[in-house]
């Protein structure tokens, strides 16, 4: 089947890039006069570092004309609204930290707030009453969820100037845009400068994570987590916790296990197959290489190169304090705690803390 075309709309040309120190620097911010929309793609949210375009393709924007309710705000810097029969409108607002060179986290509306209540609704009278029950409470601020202390604490690294904001959180939700509404005012409530939101009437809403540039997906559900790692979608289920966040408090602290997570589980199979035994003798043979990368593996660099701008500008201002800490926990211990250190070495990353729980193993998940 032949792909439509907009009217009038040329495939963008491939830019050249200069180097850097040997690597690539990303892509520039588009210039107004770039396409944002091409043969493969209905709507062009960025590029990647070799100009390939990325966003929501034609097939996907099919799927979305079955489906009235689908929204999505914010894509690509701009506000999109699908109008059944027409074409989409935009208005353009100023973007001065290109969503592609951000560190993006998407969440669940239901990780950052509670909506028991309303979900108990939906299950047990269905579509309609939950639909007026929403509009009945629209004004009542949700109580915060699982994932608000951590979402709070990550947009607070974003500074006052446009140029100093290399954080963004999206929300992604199931509801639709009229029943949504409830979540966008608590989100103004609370004061959270979260502009950005796909409401997409009952669908997964993680398939846009690409969209949004989103390096990892959080969700109290356990089934939509489970369902977005079955299409190789980076994601993590949020628990409840007594733990009360400090205000005052700016530092996140972040601690990542290393098998399976940031690095793949080759390793652990080892250790499953072989016993301790082998697996110490395996890690000693390949102390010096690396081991793939695990699912994790795209979000940990992200907050890693996040915590390198902290660093730099702890140097052009020594009265600053980083707000970013990384740490890993490990079941490893000596000589397996080697390969760990080559790893990151290789990927280019530090870590601030290691702490290794080496008299137990770890469990998977």
């Not at 299409?231 to 399976?260: C, K, N, S, W, Y």
């Not at 250790?271 to 110490?280: C, D, E, I, R, S």
């Not at 490893?332 to 290789?346: K, Q, S, W």
């Amino acid at each position: 089947m032949e792909r439509r075309q907009g009217p009038g709309i040329e495939k963008p040309k491939r830019k050249k890039r200069p180097r850097d120190d040997d690597r690539l620097r990303r892509l520039k911010k588009a210039n107004d006069d770039q396409p944002w929309q091409d043969e493969n793609f209905f709507i062009i949210v960025g590029y990647t570092d070799w100009g390939f375009p990325y966003g929501i393709t034609w097939e996907e924007q099919e799927q979305m004309n079955n489906d009235a309710s689908l929204f999505c705000y914010g894509a690509a810097g701009r506000h999109h609204r699908r109008l059944s029969g027409s074409a989409p409108k935009f208005t353009e607002e100023p973007m001065p930290f290109p969503i592609e060179e951000k560190f993006v986290v998407a969440v669940a509306s239901s990780a950052l707030f509670n909506l028991e209540a309303s979900d108990k609704v939906f299950k047990e009278k269905g579509e309609e009453e939950y639909r007026q029950y929403q509009h009945a409470h629209e004004e009542e601020v949700l109580h915060t969820g699982v994932a608000f202390p951590l979402i709070k604490r990550l947009l607070m690294i974003n500074g006052n100037d446009p140029d100093d904001q290399p954080v963004e959180a999206v929300l992604l939700s199931r509801n639709d845009p009229d029943t949504g509404l409830r979540v966008f005012k608590s989100i103004q409530h609370y004061g959270l400068p979260i502009t950005r939101a796909a409401f997409v009437a009952g669908r997964n809403p993680f398939t846009y994570m690409d969209a949004f540039n989103a390096s990892l997906f959080l969700s109290a559900d356990p089934d939509d987590v489970r369902s977005a790692i079955r299409m190789g979608l980076p994601a993590a289920q949020v628990f409840p916790t007594g733990f009360v966040d400090d205000d005052r408090e700016q530092e996140l602290r972040i601690a990542f296990d290393f098998d399976g997570i940031i690095a793949d589980d080759s390793a652990e199979g080892i250790y499953q197959a072989q016993g301790m035994q082998g697996f110490h003798e395996s890690e000693r043979v390949k102390a010096a290489e690396a081991l793939p990368p695990g699912p994790l593996f795209r979000f940990f660099s992200e907050l890693a190169r996040l915590q390198r701008r902290e660093w730099d500008k702890k140097k052009r201002d020594p009265d600053y304090s980083p707000r970013v800490r990384i740490a890993i926990v490990t079941a490893r211990n000596a000589p397996a705690h080697e390969r760990v250190v080559t790893t990151l070495r290789t990927a280019g990353i530090r870590v601030d803390d290691a702490f290794s729980s080496a008299a137990s193993r770890r469990r998977a998940c």
